[in-house]
């Protein structure tokens, strides 16, 4: 149970209620176990007045009525507590399974990209869900009735010694081979619940792929395919849950078979000794239903230890990402306020760990605040690494990108990021209306900033032109609007911020030259201050920039102003020919 043991933490925060539950269960079982001393006393009364031939019944009738009614107040007052014990100790499972999961979710948004890269989306929804929820079974019900056992075991035996040792070991006998058994079958389970966990996983993941990358799936008409491989991922799947059930159904036939076992012995020496005259009949009428009183919660020592083996085995899921540290993280120095936007790549050099490729090499530059530069080169030139890089989602192995007078590390990732207004090369959106997709980059925006960013991104008419105007509902990922759309409400989205500094990665792509043209001139126009890098393909998209910086193999190839550049032989000279030749044409 060494995994369970981060859900200390937890149960230390709800120690009130716990003990609260525990007073609930113990007072519970107490009065519980009152009806079987009542019962027996009974019978005892009943085989004394039938041996003395008495005849008057009114001293018998009343104590009768009286062991009557304490047994109904009895049962009532433990049904009472009974009740209170389960709405105490659940309520809390519910409170620790609701703080997991934001505990799970807060970690996910700490951890770096390098994390998002080599974990499917999936798997982690399936460890936040399904995991979470097993967990949430162990501090629930597995934990409540495992008090709940453990209390009614104590007073129960307790009691039985007291009246009858010898006839309680031979009762208890078969607990020792029980607790052999749930040794042995816990490992079992221990094992085939984690391999269930995985496979749910793998089916999670493969689902959710399949569900949001259909569009492609029909394109290519392979909705065959992928039908085979989910029926072979779903058998996978149910020949381990079925691995795992054979498993588990043998707690309950051996727990009844248990019990059956100590109620004939019972009956046997218990009877043997009532005829030898060393236990009245009432004793083993009491010990008849205390033996069937723990037949309940013996069986569910099985069904617990169930629960607890695939909890320990889903908290362990848990934990690994939870071990996770970030990548990138503010360490002691990161404590500088940022005053100035000037931005400085000095001799900056980067390799992704994953692949080994350098993508950087001695990148140095420097933008001026409030100057715009436009970044360009052929594809796995580095462009987006340097966007990333000023972001600080990494940082470089060797060199220093700095803001101001300061490095990056200097500066708090919060703090950097609030001042930018970020646009990647695939725009994501979210699955509510065009309204709240805009907004997310400033909550508290009114709706008339909404409109202002949605003009500035050239966006605008195509709003108003849906039925439902700003409160159009997009399908997910905004499958309903066509690339160019879902390109300019995400700059709309960064521009909502005002940010001090923009990145726009390739987001011009899906877009006409007049429109891009467009957003360009509203940017340059009502963001005189915001210093922008624009990553792009197109010449027109880059010569209104301050600056240009052409990027080849991680070096920088050309560097100044378009009038420069288009005088001087190399890629962007080469560029610009071939893309007015084809404006010629067309």
């Not at 009491?286 to 309940?296: G, K, P």
Request: include cysteine; hydrophobic fraction near 40%; charge should be positive.
């Amino acid at each position: 149970m060494r995994a369970l043991q981060y859900l200390n933490r937890y149960l230390k925060k709800y120690r009130f209620l716990l003990l609260l539950g525990l007073l609930f269960t113990v007072s519970s079982r107490i009065f519980a176990v009152l009806a079987p001393s009542l019962v027996g006393d009974s019978i005892t009364v009943i085989e004394q007045f039938i041996r003395t031939g008495e005849t008057d019944l009114t001293d018998i009738k009343r104590l009768l009525l009286t062991n009557i009614a304490l047994i109904v107040g009895a049962a009532l007052i433990s049904g009472i507590f009974t009740f209170s014990m389960r709405q105490t100790i659940i309520n809390v499972s519910r409170h620790i399974e609701y703080d997991l999961k934001n505990a799970v979710y807060n970690h996910y948004q700490k951890l770096s990209l390098r994390f998002y890269k080599k974990n499917r989306v999936g798997d982690l929804m399936s460890r936040i869900s399904e995991d979470v929820s097993r967990v949430r079974m162990y501090v629930g019900p597995a934990l409540m009735y495992s008090i709940n056992t453990i209390t009614l075991f104590v007073i129960v035996i307790s009691y039985m010694l007291s009246v009858a040792p010898k006839l309680t070991l031979y009762t208890l006998l078969p607990l020792p081979i029980l607790s052999f058994l749930i040794y042995r079958l816990s490992r079992a389970i221990h094992e085939r619940s984690t391999l269930v966990q995985q496979m749910l996983s793998k089916l999670s993941t493969f689902s959710q792929e399949s569900f949001s990358g259909i569009n492609v799936i029909k394109t290519y008409a392979i909705e065959p395919n992928r039908t085979i491989e989910m029926a072979s991922i779903s058998k996978e799947s149910k020949t381990k849950n079925m691995s795992l059930v054979q498993v588990q159904a043998w707690f309950f036939p051996m727990m009844i078979l248990l019990i059956g076992i100590s109620n004939v012995l019972v009956i046997f020496i218990g009877g043997n000794q009532y005829m030898n005259g060393q236990i009245e009949l009432g004793v083993l009428a009491e010990f008849i239903i205390y033996v069937n009183m723990l037949t309940w919660p013996v069986a569910t020592v099985g069904w617990v230890t169930s629960i607890i083996q695939q909890a320990e085995a889903s908290q362990k899921r848990i934990n690994e990402f939870l071990g996770q540290e970030p990548d990138i993280q503010d360490g002691i120095t990161a404590n500088k306020k940022i005053t100035s936007i000037d931005i400085s790549f000095d001799k900056v050099n980067f390799i992704y760990d994953d692949t080994g490729i350098q993508s950087l090499k001695d990148v140095s530059f420097k933008l001026p605040s409030g100057k715009t530069l436009a970044v360009m080169g052929p594809t796995g030139s580095g462009k987006t690494t340097l966007l990333q890089l000023l972001s600080k989602t990494y940082l470089p192995h060797s060199g220093k990108v700095s803001l101001g007078n300061f490095a990056l590390q200097d500066y708090t990732q919060h703090d950097i990021r609030e001042i930018m207004g970020v646009v990647p090369q695939q725009p994501f959106l979210f699955s509510d209306t065009i309204a709240h997709n805009i907004r997310f980059g400033k909550p508290d925006a009114t709706e008339e900033e909404i409109e202002k960013a949605a003009k500035q991104a050239s966006v605008h008419a195509n709003i108003v032109g849906f039925k439902a105007g700003y409160e159009t509902m997009l399908g997910e990922r905004g499958i309903t609007l066509s690339g160019g759309q879902k390109q300019r409400l995400s700059i709309a989205r960064a521009l909502i911020k005002n940010p001090k500094i923009l990145l726009l990665d390739d987001c011009l792509s899906a877009v006409d030259t007049e429109t891009e043209e467009a957003i360009l001139n509203e940017l340059k126009k009502n963001n005189k201050d915001t210093s922008a890098i624009i990553v792009c393909h197109r010449v027109s998209s880059a010569k209104n920039a301050d600056y240009i910086l052409v990027l080849k193999d991680g070096e920088i190839a050309q560097y100044g102003t378009h009038k420069e550049l288009v005088n001087k032989a190399g890629y962007y000279k080469e560029l610009y020919e071939e893309q007015r030749i084809e404006e010629t044409k067309t």
